[in-house]
Nanobody, 124 residues
Framework: QVQLVESGGGLVQAGGSLRLSCAAS????????MGWFRQAPGKEREFVAA????????SYADSVKGRFTITRDNAKNTVYLQMNSLKPEDTAVYYC?????????????????WGQGTQVTVSS
């Protein structure tokens, strides 16, 4: 089994920054791509960003383009989400995930493994 453990969430004022980390551990797993989704209270879970493990190409939701940056460290099996210029509407539980096979980044069903989530709260 593969475990994904997120860290880095917390409370920040609007305009501030946070960096989320997601470390993969457990049985050897070669991810095709990893990413982040988020779920705000009363809303459905939505795609935030993804990165292809080989080559490093990235994809972002329109709502976070220019503010969030996803990166990965292959040696550490870790993916990061740098979040700048945070807004109250970014408040959500952020979930890390990993897909063993390539697929549409924004489709939840593509991802084989999910973390437990980390809370991000942006105050106005």
């Amino acid at each position: 089994q593969v475990q994904l453990v997120e860290s880095g969430g917390g409370l920040v004022q609007a305009g501030g920054s946070l960096r989320l980390s997601c470390a993969a551990s457990g049985r050897p797993f070669r991810a095709a791509h990893m990413g982040w989704f988020r779920q705000a209270p009363g809303k459905e879970r939505e795609f935030v960003a993804a990165i292809r493990w080989s080559g490093g190409s990235t994809s972002y939701a329109d709502s976070v383009k220019g503010r969030f940056t996803i990166t990965r460290d292959n040696a550490k099996n870790t993916v990061y989400l740098q979040m700048n210029s945070l807004k109250p509407e970014d408040t959500a539980v952020y979930y890390c995930n990993a897909a063993g096979n390539s697929g549409s980044y924004s489709m939840e069903g593509v991802y084989d493994y999910w973390g437990q989530g980390t809370q991000v709260t942006v105050s106005s």
